[in-house]
């Protein structure tokens, strides 16, 4: 498999190694509807991992948005999209 190729490639690694798009740059690429969607940290029972994001009210589906290390990057998402609190799924 050609990995240059395949967006998917890498897993993690890519995932962490990415340049941080700036606040404005995160907030036009995914945009967030209030009245279609929601909030949500979601919390892996087993690795621990949060990941940040929103769902989809009507289908339940699930847009990743940023990985969150610690309680700065959930500040970050929260101050980038103008949350005051986010729900939190496991």
């Known amino acids: 498999m050609d990995r240059s190729r395949?967006?998917?490639a890498g897993g993690l690694l890519?995932?962490?190694?990415r340049k941080k798009k700036t606040g404005?740059?995160?907030a036009e690429k995914i945009p967030f509807d209030p009245?279609?969607?929601i909030a949500v940290l979601r919390s892996s029972i087993c690795t621990g991992e949060?990941?940040?994001?929103?769902k989809d009210l009507e289908g339940g589906h699930f847009t990743e948005v940023m990985l969150i290390r610690?309680?700065?990057d959930e500040q970050r998402f929260r101050e980038i999209?103008?949350?005051e609190s986010?729900?939190?799924e496991y």
Do not use: I, M
């Open 6 to 8: 395949n967006p998917r």
């Open 14 to 17: 890519a995932r962490l190694t």
């Open 24 to 26: 404005r740059e995160l």
């Open 35 to 37: 009245e279609k969607q």
């Open 50 to 54: 949060k990941v940040a994001g929103f």
């Open 70 to 72: 610690d309680g700065k």
């Open 81 to 83: 999209y103008g949350l």
């Open 86 to 88: 986010v729900k939190k």
